[in-house]
């Protein structure tokens, strides 16, 4: 018996296949990506809920304190370690937020209200500080004393143990993850840990007689939030501004431009969506190439982005044939 031919139909099946493979521009959100996207957001969550609570302890530890040693300056640390547990819930919310798929109408998911959330801790952060100000110079102004200095120095240890553990693990967890607001939320937990030593200085005072003491700590820690407030503004808003490193565009360049049949590079770029990369890129390719031969090009310094690239959540590369400008021409004058 002859042995039966394969079906011509399924051979052109095959080649449709990599023919709409070939013109079907090529973006990296495969599963990976996504899984990969999932679990950053996972661990993000886990941070903040984990930071959340340690700060809440702290804090509470140290409303009890306050509320029998009267020390504006404690009082001002405490409010801003509130502050600092309560930024958790807008971060966890957008984290949430963004495990949710694309659709219609917001075709590139939500991850951008990450920079909601950035937005929402800066207000938070301002508000500790209004706070802290008004009590320090109502305090000025009508002084009042201090008692058990003791517990007031070891409410001030206790605000920088805090500070200092949620801090190191939400930038540890943040850089893991390309959480630039997590990154900032960390920083701003240890520049809080600082400001609860300067409680220190008020007990220290106070024990010396020194009746002004107490209130000029609240303000110098009330200045300290306000220099966290504008670091932390620079980095958020920066964000929404869609700015990014300029050596991660370097480095971008520099894959795209070494990818073999790569001839120029044009039209990079990159945008953070939530913590994770999207970038755009434009390669000029030989012309004599096929439609297939330049796709497969295309994919390769897709390849390459996302070795150098970590955070990488999606890209799309176009390639067109070097030295042909009739393409462009046409859409030119819409742009």
């Known amino acids: 018996m002859r042995p039966k031919r394969a079906s011509s139909g399924h051979g052109h099946g095959h080649r449709w296949a990599r023919l709409k493979h070939a013109v079907t521009p090529h973006s990296h959100d495969a599963v990976e990506s996504v899984d990969r996207a999932l679990e950053a957001s996972r661990k993000g969550v886990r941070a903040l809920w984990i930071s959340f609570a340690a700060l809440a302890v702290t804090a509470v530890g140290q ?16 409010l801003h370690n509130f502050a600092d547990a309560l930024t958790a819930v807008p971060l966890a919310v957008a984290f949430l937020l963004a495990r949710r798929a694309a659709t219609r109408r917001f075709t590139y998911g939500l991850g951008r209200a990450e920079d909601l959330a950035g937005l929402i801790i800066l207000v938070v952060i301002g508000a500790s500080a209004a ?56 920083l701003h937990a240890r520049a809080d840990g600082f400001t609860s030593l300067a409680v220190l200085g008020s007990a220290a005072g106070a024990a010396l007689g020194w ?21 932390s503004a620079k980095e958020v808003f920066a964000r929404v501004l869609d700015a990014v490193d300029p050596e991660l565009v370097g480095r971008a360049e520099r894959a795209l431009a070494t990818t073999p049949g790569v001839r120029g590079v044009g039209g990079l770029r990159l945008r953070w969506v939530g913590h994770a990369l999207r970038a755009e ?9 096929s439609l297939a031969e330049a796709h497969r090009i295309a ?35 819409h742009r």
């Open 281 to 289: 890129a434009e390669l000029e390719v030989d012309p004599q190439l």
């Open 299 to 333: 994919h390769e310094a897709e390849h390459r982005l996302c070795h150098v690239l970590p955070r990488l959540g999606g890209a799309l590369i176009h390639a067109h044939p070097s030295g042909h400008q009739e393409a462009h021409e046409l859409v030119a004058h």
């Open 63 to 78: 409303a009890v304190l306050v509320a029998f040693t009267g020390s504006v300056a404690l009082l001002g640390d405490t």
């Open 131 to 186: 706070m802290a100000a008004w009590e320090s110079v109502a305090r000025l102004v009508s002084p009042q004393r201090v008692d058990h200095l003791g517990w007031v120095a070891a409410a001030g240890l206790l605000g920088f143990a805090g500070n200092e553990l949620v801090a190191r693990y939400r930038v540890r967890v943040g850089r893991e993850i390309g959480s630039a607001a997590l990154v900032a939320d960390g």
């Open 211 to 231: 009746w002004w003491a107490d209130p000029v700590v609240g303000l110098l820690i009330t200045a300290a939030i306000l220099a966290v407030l504008w670091s």
